[in-house]
């Protein structure tokens, strides 16, 4: 049983405020898993009945439109806890989580997070903030979003990319994100993105090679970004 105290991950999450005695019951109850690329950890509508926190890898968190289309809504990485909001309203999830990678995650039941969050006013205030955090960025994306043109929206994407999820040693995005959930990304059809796409590969602002992107000018997509 890995100790939860010894975590590092655990310090870029709320868990970073429990007690030692506090972080020896979530050793005991959590339950660690790994799941696979395109699996999905919980899908909307359903009861979470605890929170997951990602050790590695990356999910994208999903919501579904009237229409049917699953819009990706945000992007979730190491360090950060799945799962607070619904718990903490109890209501069943808002969003569906799917990995986009191997993920490596724990869970730790409602019972016993529950109970920190009644006797840890240290561990319910940042709870507090980080979903209050949460809101305050879905805010300001959609309303930056929502001020640009699709090829803005796209170079602020791809920018975002790189520096949150970094570039392997080749120079390519980390994450490569099909053509199909950049469009959902964005808020277009995946044509447009294909073809926008290829705009910028034709301008030498990126490189594209099979399904893997490659950001050769930074500085040009960024003025595109911030037109």
């Known amino acids: 049983m890995s100790k939860c105290e010894q ?7 709320s868990l970073k405020t429990l007690r030692k005695d506090e972080l020896l019951k979530v050793a ?3 339950v660690s898993t790994t799941i696979k690329k ?5 899908g909307e509508g359903e009861s979470v009945n605890g929170v997951f926190c990602i050790k590695d890898g990356v999910c994208k968190l999903t919501k ?22 619904s ?5 069943t999830a ?9 993920m490596e995650v724990c869970f730790i039941p409602k019972a016993e997070i529950m109970g920190f969050f009644n006797d840890n006013s240290l561990f319910s205030m940042q709870v507090m903030k980080n979903i209050c955090g949460d809101l305050k960025d879905a805010d300001e994306l959609m309303v930056n979003m929502a001020q640009k043109s699709v090829k803005e929206r796209l170079a602020f994407t791809l920018i975002y990319l790189k520096e ?6 080749d120079g390519t995005l980390k994450l490569q994100l099909s053509r199909d959930e950049i469009a959902s990304i964005i808020g277009t059809a995946v044509e447009s993105c294909i073809r926008l796409l290829s705009e910028l590969n034709k301008s030498g602002i990126i490189s594209l090679t099979g ?11 960024k003025r595109i970004a911030n037109d």
């Open 7 to 13: 975590c590092i991950v655990r310090e870029l999450s």
């Open 28 to 30: 005991e109850c959590k």
């Open 38 to 42: 395109g699996s999905t950890i919980f």
């Open 64 to 85: 579904l439109s009237p229409s049917g289309k699953n819009h990706i809504v945000k992007l979730v990485s190491k360090g950060e806890l799945l799962g607070q909001r």
């Open 87 to 91: 718990l903490i309203s109890d209501e």
């Open 94 to 102: 808002n969003l569906s989580a799917v990995a986009l990678e191997d």
């Open 164 to 169: 949150t999820f970094g570039t392997n040693a």
């Open 211 to 221: 399904k893997t992107i490659t950001i050769t000018d930074l500085a040009q997509l």
